[in-house]
């Protein structure tokens, strides 16, 4: 299958790309000849305007379909996001919205991936500050949180996208992903400091004194995905399970560290 990949450059892309060429695919950066479409070039963070989002995110993902279905393209996958589900700021508004448009294309198959929080090699924002102060040994105010978040390593991702480009059943569909069983922020740090080989420090503070902060609010909160539907009607699993995917994670970080 020839692939266009939008976005190949990005933290998705780069893994991607070299996912497809390992299951015989062919990742392409033109549209003319492709088979499929798997777009990922959007904006992905919370801090940009809602013109832009609406710009980039809503109507560039629609005209992108467009010129697919016009090219002749069979496929057209797009990576939206957990928070399109019950949006609660301009970003998961603007994922939801361009789902909603995509739903208006005719003339291509569309499937539609939501995962929450992806990590790996790569990872930037949050993630990627999280395991820096783990990394230095920074005490962490998470020891009486008990939210629950999922996740989804990013190679798991990719396993994910192209059994959607392959699976005939999967036209149509909007699909939930993730590793698996959620996990709170304090287990998630705990298993951070295992994989970067350092003991995790956290002491107590009042949760509601953590919201005042976005990226600790986002941190703290609960987003539990239900990734049954692509698993019964895909037979999809992860390749990976969230101890793998965060010590090839913690390799990458000693990595770029050195």
Known sequence: MRVFVTGVSGFIGSSL???LEACGHEARSAIDGCDAV???ANIAHTAASPADLQRVNVDGTRQQAEQAAAAGVARFVY???AKAAAPDD??????LAAEQALARVSGVEVIVLRPPLVYGPGVKANFLALMGAIDRGWPLPFASIENRRSLIFVRNLCD???RCLEAPQAAGRT???SDGA??????LCRALGDALGRPTQLFPFPARLLEVHPALRRLTRSLVVDDSAIRGELGWRPPYSLEEGLRVTAEW???QRR
């Open 160 to 162: 994910a996208i192209i």
């Open 79 to 81: 990576l939206s996001s």
């Open 38 to 40: 798997v777009h990922l």
């Open 175 to 177: 699909y939930f992903v």
């Open 253 to 255: 970080y000693r990595e």
């Open 17 to 19: 790309a070299p996912a």
């Open 90 to 95: 301009a970003y998961g508004r603007a994922k």
């Open 182 to 187: 959620p996990v709170s922020t304090p287990q």
